[in-house]
């Protein structure tokens, strides 16, 4: 089990590095979109919040329930998992990819600042050891993978590519399915990690 990961996860730091030589169009349309949802995040009121997202303070507080974020976690995923798979239908599709990558990098660092208005310097643990760590790999899955669509499905700016269907709607989801594990993997174990250190404190 942990040799066939780490058999995954070498091959697709291999291709991250393939296809970002080959899409660096792509890979810098993703980093301007996440950039742009990190300064609109910080440009919200965050001053009227009272019920603060970080599961660090309240677990030390003594009143986290792990529940509700079990299922935040999952319903993150699934939703990441299927902007992957928007990507495949048509270039229409692929252009709404890109709309989800912001939403998913503006949900995450305003989940983050609403935490640091909230908790101070607990807010700010909770941005740099469990935030951060899951937009960076979030986001490198996100540009390997859509990249790779893109090359595969040979779309061009063209009218004949806008609407019609590719076909590898299928064969996107079996395709990735093994990373999409991998990646909501990494996620639970990194949350369930830091919740029982702080259980432990």
Known sequence: MLNRLKTTLTDRVVGLKIALQRCKVHFFICVGLVALAFLIALTEGYDDQSVSPNFIAATLNGSYRPVGTFFKIACFGLLFYAAILLTSVNLIGYFGGYLALYFLAFYGFRTAFWAIACDGALGFLF???????????????????????????????????????????????????????????????????????????
Do not use: N
């Open 127 to 201: 941005f740099f050891i469990f935030v951060l760590p899951l937009l960076i790999v979030d986001f490198l899955f996100f540009v390997l993978l859509t990249a790779e669509i893109y090359q595969c499905a040979s779309f061009r700016l063209c009218r004949t590519h806008l609407f019609r269907l590719t076909g590898r709607l299928k064969a996107t989801f079996f395709r990735y399915l093994r990373a999409f594990l991998f990646l909501m993997l990494f996620h639970y174990v990194l949350w369930l990690t830091i919740y029982l250190i702080c259980r432990l404190c």
